[in-house]
């Protein structure tokens, strides 16, 4: 009796398997989902003068361990700068001054994230964990970026969807003006 339980388990096993391996066969050679095939993160499909690189934003964004920021209040709510910046310290960003927005105007919306020539990819790495907020180069010298938070700030954006987004690839095309592929295009659709 044992004998033809373990028999019948071992033929299942071996379906299982055989079955396993034919779709994964299929999947491999082009018969699944037309995603499957797409541009992944790091390819490259060249589109007659033009070479589209998918890339994620934290491959080119710094670490927050490397810029320091300004977090300021334009709101009459008591402690929203101070406690932005504990949390946005916690995230790796260096703190600097955080007080009353030194502008002395009060902001409607989320708020402002102000930079200079150097800042700016420390200001679109902020934007990930502040979105809504006006991305305003104001041509200071230096990296700082300075936070204004406004009368819609609510929250950071969760650290674990920052880091989903960071992670996400977007195509970056080459040299300006040229055109994205089509996401659900395969690298083999794509004319050379």
């Not at 334009?74 to 932005?84: F, K």
């Not at 020539?117 to 934007?127: C, F, H, R, T, V």
Request: aromatic fraction near 4%; glycine fraction near 12%; hydrophobic fraction near 40%.
């Amino acid at each position: 009796m044992w004998l033809t339980v373990l028999l019948v388990l071992v033929a299942m096993l071996v379906l299982f398997g055989v079955g396993f391996g034919i779709a994964t066969l299929l999947k491999g050679s082009g018969g699944g989902e037309p995603e499957a095939a797409a541009v992944s993160s790091g390819q490259t499909v060249n589109l007659g003068n033009c070479t589209v690189v998918n890339v994620t934003p934290a491959e080119f964004l710094p670490r927050a361990s490397q810029v320091t920021v300004n977090v300021y209040n334009s709101t009459s709510r008591i402690g929203l700068a101070g406690d932005t910046a504990k949390l946005l310290g916690v995230r790796g960003f260096k703190i600097g001054a955080v007080e009353n927005d030194p502008l002395g105007v009060p902001i409607e919306s989320v708020g402002e994230i102000r930079y200079g020539p150097k800042g700016e990819s420390a200001a679109k790495l902020i934007s990930y964990h502040l979105p809504g907020a006006t991305l305003v180069d104001d041509g200071r010298k230096g990296k700082k970026v300075d936070v204004s938070l406004g009368r819609q700030f609510m929250e950071l954006t969760n650290d674990a969807e920052v880091v989903a987004q960071l992670a996400e690839p977007s195509p970056s095309p080459s040299p300006e003006g040229c055109p994205l592929p089509d996401p659900s295009a395969s690298v083999s659709e794509s004319p050379s």
